[in-house]
């Protein structure tokens, strides 16, 4: 039997899967070490929607969490996830795009994870480009999507047009969770033989309570790299735990190479954080059959639930969800990832609205009718519904507008003047100076000791508690009490 390898996601796609992204760098420093001396062939620190909801929501640098990660991590690769587009929602400067390349290598970033939203080899080679030019490898991923689009034959051109461009790896990639094991059996096959003699991973998702079973699938099928995450951040909407996959391997008779007693102590670690915080712990679900219906993304549900409640509209939920599934179809079948899962969202929403399909569409829906996220996706729209959508006085200004690529200093200039870093002007990229300041303030009142979840802020909330009546700290085998 063979040797599988293992690609951890516990800080990565587990935080956004199961904890929002909120994973602080102050949860993921102490076991750092651990994670990098466990044998794993790669271990995933970021995608860049986390840039956003550290400077914003956690008042974090996110150049920072990469710098001190790395200190800590020696052996592993540390791997960044990325789509076709920098900003999700947005066409990226080109400027833009090769500085933030230049200053990944810079700070120890050594494989992209890159995902198209249509599989397209143009989309593809742009980002290989500027990897192999600061030497970062490559791990493209084959994104799996479930329509009469997604042929097998589909799979079997698009393997061998990744492997073309001679990546790293290629990544079977099922972000929503829509593989089943029989998909697997009849897939991996067709990928492997496609895929030229690179290297092969696998990644799934537990949201239909299948991630487990598809995995072991796929090692069966031959493919012996498998991105797994440890629990409590696994199961649920996360990627498959860790050990489990191990232990199933192993009594299937392949060799795991992995170091599982170093890691139960990283299990322990966020376990305890979980309960600390009130964060969720990943668990195994049910199967779901209406997923495979609308194929929309388990995040995305429960925003447009909310969303519409927000509006008085939350009986709507059900009409909305078919209605995506009508969107996507006129749409050609687009995945269901960031950002076409947004607009066929979004669109379904305004056609359930008004009553009326397309009366009224976003300028992103118009952008990506005109061919603005590229030709694949224009041609894929129902011709009638295509000429609808441009057809509209809004359309033909749009299209009347011209976008010149701005140069270096124009884009300097624009986010934040010439005097800003290129890590700075990154930063505003992403959000904006202004809350990048506001970032920069509250970390130097966290020096200062005003930090809300600081030590002292700790001291003061227990000493002005009336229920508490003793304070007592244990490390290393000593314990240390006050009493008032």
Known sequence: MSEIRFVDTTVRDGSQSLWAMGMRTDM?????????????????????????????????????????????????PLRMIRGRQLAAFQITPDVIEDLWYERMAAM????????????????????????????????INLIFSQSQKHTDAYYAKRAREAARLKPHRICLKDPGALLTPERVRTLAPIVLANAGGIPVEFHTHCNTGLGLLSTLEAIRAGIHIVNTAIPPLAE????PSLFDVVHNARVMGHTPLINEALLRPVQAHFLEIAQR????????????????????????????????GAAGLADKLPAVLEEIARVRADFGFPIMVTPYSQFVGAQAVLNVITGQRYKQVSDEIIHYASGGWGEEESQSINPEVREQILQRPRAKALAAQHYEQPTLAQVRQQYGGFGVSDDELLLNFFTSAQQVAQMRQARQMGRDGQDPRGLLALIAKLGASRSVKFLELKRDGKTLRMQA
């Open 28 to 76: 993921i420093l102490p076991i750092a070490q651990r994670l990098d001396e466990a044998g794993f062939d790669a271990i995933e620190i970021m995608a860049t929607s986390f840039e956003k909801k550290l400077i914003r929501d956690l008042q974090e640098d996110p150049w920072e969490r990469l710098i001190e990660v790395r200190k800590r991590v020696q052996l592993t």
């Open 108 to 139: 120890g970033i050594a494989q992209i994870r890159l995902s198209d939203s249509s599989n397209t080899a143009v989309g593809w080679k742009k980002n290989m480009v500027r990897a192999r030019k600061v030497g970062i490898d490559v791990v």
């Open 236 to 239: 649920s909407s996360s990627n």
């Open 277 to 308: 915080e009130g964060l969720p712990v990943g668990v195994p679900l049910a199967y779901d059959a209406h997923h495979y219906q609308h194929q929309v993304p388990g995040g995305m549900i429960s925003n447009l639930r909310f969303q519409l």
